[in-house]
């Protein structure tokens, strides 16, 4: 079964949901571009303060690497910390006076495994205009790398239980509820409307527990095991099993350049990479550079019934 992002990105260049999405061309590319970029090089000032060293990681590596700055079609930033240090981020944000943490321990209005590092100040309307609300604000991802255990019994029985419920967890976005836009396309789309009733099924178990619950549980599963020789950033695209790497690969941190300026990043990134990517430097097919270059509007509901 293919999935439901992927789905929903081909339905939406297609004409029939064009009122629903807007076309990120050059010029708001580069104003989200160089936006992130002011709230990573403020968030970077702040953690130093205390010692804290966010790494880049994914895409924002590997423009590092192969452009020194932004993939030339990618309109954010990924980040991670170690769990100790992810945890004392939460602290030295908790009240701070230009960002906002969106925890999904605690949100029970949306489904998302990252930490939301929200600016108080940098709304999407700034940056994208028509289409888009003044009350919703930038922000960047960042995720925890955890110990994984060295016992391979113990890793098979916390990955495969971790697994099941992020499944779960994450089917819950297709509910109504946090995604209605996703429910209103179904409706002109098969595979979409079955892709739904499936994850539903799925996400069922958690969205009755309640979604940051079963995050909750999640999370506690992950901070079991404190030490190891082994590490995964669990909530990534490849999942608790298939983002494991030896710790060495991570710290210590190395300095990279990025859109002129140094930022930490793993120590081994060329393993870091090619275990996530492959052959992380080979430019991929020109129709996924341009597939991210649209982003739902927030006045979506309002444009389709007219």
């Known amino acids: 079964m293919r999935s439901t ?45 205390i010692g804290l060293k966010p790494l880049m990681v994914a895409g924002t590596l590997i423009g590092s690497l192969r452009h020194k700055g932004y993939i030339p079609w990618d309109d954010d930033i990924d980040l991670v910390l170690s769990r100790q240090n992810y945890e004392q981020l939460k602290s030295l944000l908790k009240d701070d006076e230009d960002f906002v943490l969106i925890d999904p321990s605690n949100n029970t209005s949306g489904i998302h495994k990252m930490l939301k590092i929200q600016s108080r100040s940098l709304s999407l309307f700034d940056v994208m205009g028509e289409g888009f609300s003044k009350s919703k604000f930038l922000y960047l991802d960042m995720l925890p790398i955890d110990y994984v255990p060295d016992n391979s019994i113990k890793r098979k029985i916390i990955g495969t239980i971790f697994k099941c419920l992020d499944y779960s967890y994450s089917s819950c976005r297709c509910f109504k509820k946090y995604s209605p836009h996703l429910n209103y396309m179904a409706n002109g789309s098969n595979e979409l409307r079955k892709n739904l009733f499936i994850r539903k099924c799925i996400g069922f178990p958690a969205y009755l527990l309640g979604p940051h619950r079963v995050f909750k549980l999640m999370e506690k599963l992950l901070m079991s095991v404190s030490e190891g020789s082994d590490m995964t950033i669990a909530y ?30 793993p120590n081994d990134a060329s393993a870091y990479l090619t275990n996530r990517y492959g052959d992380y430097m080979k430019l991929p097919n020109a129709d996924e550079q341009i597939e991210r270059h649209i982003r739902l509007r927030d006045d979506w509901e309002e444009r389709v019934k007219r």
């Open 5 to 49: 992002s992927k789905i929903e990105w081909e339905l939406a260049i297609e004409s029939s949901y064009q009122d629903m999405y807007k076309k990120i061309d050059a010029e708001h590319l580069k104003r989200l571009q160089a936006a992130y970029l002011e709230m990573f090089i403020l968030l970077n000032r702040k953690c130093s303060k």
């Open 236 to 265: 990534g695209v490849k999942g608790y099993f298939g983002e494991v790497v030896s710790k060495e690969v991570f710290f210590p941190e190395v300095e990279y350049l990025f859109e002129g300026k140094y930022f930490f990043g």
